[in-house]
């Protein structure tokens, strides 16, 4: 699906809902803002006054703490005002639609709601309702996606390995109710990736998946071959309806990132996982906690992404071409 | 059309500049330039004053006034003050003075660092079309410009000045 909802007529991001359909350049426009956020987070006062007087609600609802937290941080470095809203405690428990929520929300003069929610689409839902100068940033939507966790794997990935165009990338597990591996591939065969590999037992590949450019595997030592970089992903019982795997010591035994087998992997592999880890399950704390695991430095990274995405869509639509004097 | 102007020898008057910052040194100053043109020129005074301590630089695109009218440069460079400029006698640089607004942009940035016992501003260029009360105490070379008129200078080697038009 291709969404021009996410850039005004000079190809400005408005909204950030999905991967697919990004142009290269706006991608790495993030990434390149980004680096200099960094700089931001590491210094004494961790803060720039960007958004001040900008009004932020991070709408959740489906439960999260990384991704909202690091949302949060970004949002306060950035000097905006930021509000956190879980769904178990507000009116949609009583019956309030969704759009109802907004409109609320909005009439409290809110700038910019990140959402999260288990329906596929709801980020674009709420974007098509409200008024141009509110923005939207998808944190995520049922299986759909998950693009700013795609854009800071990717963060993650050029400043650990480089340019895109020489690496190998396997995504390994519950490709099926996976919002993050669908962003991740978009963003990998947008950034130009040599090979993306999608891993994980039959019934965890969604069918036809070939067409997103991936090559599917099922047995994890032949696919790890050559990698570059192994994306781990969680496994998602809670959205599984129905026996898709044998048993938890199976999936580990098959499907574990265990130490001997990231070793079928290229010796400078990075290992990654967007988290929360289901240890012994998906992967194995030796690697988890391990040399070649940069999960940490993703965390760390997710908070600068977040700045420059939210800075990007919030920045004022007047041509770049306005003469700045000094 | 792009004009370069040959109005300003560059590298005289970065040279009177660096002598009039010499009564400067007795207090350990640290230099700092702003990106880009004020980098340019801060290499240079640096590099003439015989500065021991390296050159921070900084990068105002996230301190500017004009954020929510034309949004964030995505070629953005990375602000970097190496030293502590707790307490420290600080020459900020810029390659042009017009409104006043970069510099307090500047200034702002700089406070969320530390804070310095003192700053002086030095500018290659003063032009006039100042909307804020700041001055630099050093100034290569006054510069008075029609509105339409914009000057900026390119880098970083050869530095070059060119005036451009703008058709209004």
């Known amino acids: ?326 | 059309m792009p004009q370069t102007t040959d109005v300003v020898d560059i590298d005289a008057t970065i040279a009177y500049m660096a002598d009039e910052l010499r009564p400067f040194l007795p207090k350990n100053p640290l230099m700092i330039g702003i990106h880009t043109g004020g980098v340019w020129v801060a290499e240079r005074l640096h590099k003439l004053l015989e500065l021991t301590e390296p050159l921070g630089t900084l990068d105002i695109s996230f301190y500017r006034d004009d954020f929510t009218r034309v949004g964030v440069n995505p070629t953005v460079k990375t602000s970097q003050l190496p030293v502590n400029i707790e307490d420290r006698h600080v020459i900020l640089v810029d390659d042009v003075l017009q409104t006043g607004r970069t510099i307090r942009a500047g200034l702002n940035e700089i406070f969320d660092y530390g804070r310095p016992a003192s700053v002086v501003l030095a500018v290659l260029l003063n032009r006039d079309g100042r909307e804020l009360p700041i001055e630099a105490a050093i100034v290569g070379h006054h510069l008075r410009l029609k509105k339409n008129q914009h000057i900026k200078l390119f880098g970083p080697d050869p530095l070059k000045l060119e005036i451009q038009e703008a058709h209004t």
């Open chain 1, 1 to 326: 699906m291709r969404d021009d909802l996410q850039l005004d007529g000079q190809g400005r991001l408005r909204h950030l809902l999905t991967i697919e359909g990004l142009p290269r350049q706006t991608l790495l426009d993030i990434l390149n803002t980004a680096e200099s956020f960094i700089s931001v987070g590491e210094r004494e006062i961790k803060k720039v006054p960007l958004l001040r007087g900008k009004t932020v609600v991070n709408l959740f609802f489906e439960s999260s703490t990384r991704t909202r937290t690091t949302f949060e941080i970004a949002g306060k470095r950035l000097s905006a005002d930021v509000i956190n809203l879980a769904v178990a405690q507000s009116s949609t428990t009583k019956g309030e639609t969704v759009l109802d929520t907004i409109d609320n929300l909005e009439a409290m003069h809110t700038d910019l709601f990140v959402v999260r929610h288990a329906q596929s689409g709801a980020a674009h839902l709420i974007a098509r309702h409200v008024p141009p100068h509110v923005h939207i940033i998808n944190a995520g939507d049922g299986r759909h996606a998950h693009p700013t966790q795609a854009l800071l794997d990717m963060f993650t990935i050029r400043r650990h390995k480089g340019a895109f165009e020489n690496l190998r990338f396997a995504i390994v597990g519950d490709i099926l109710h996976s919002r993050v591996a669908r962003s991740q591939i978009h963003a990998l065969t947008t950034l130009g990736a040599a090979e993306v590999r999608v891993i994980g037992p039959q019934t965890l590949l969604p069918t036809a998946i070939e067409r997103l450019g991936v090559h599917p595997c099922t047995d994890l030592r032949a696919g790890l071959e050559d990698i570059d970089v192994i994306m781990m992903l969680r496994l998602q019982r809670e959205r599984m309806t129905g026996a898709l795997i044998p048993s938890e010591q199976e999936y580990f035994n098959l499907y574990g990132l265990t130490q001997d087998k990231l070793e079928c992997a290229k010796p400078d592999a990075i290992v990654m996982h967007p988290g929360p880890m289901n240890r012994g399950l998906e992967i194995d704390s030796a690697v988890a906690d391990g040399p070649q695991s940069v999960i940490l430095p993703q965390v760390t990274y997710g908070i600068a992404v977040r700045m420059a995405i939210m800075a990007l869509i919030m920045g004022g639509a007047e041509t770049a071409t306005a003469r700045r004097p000094a």
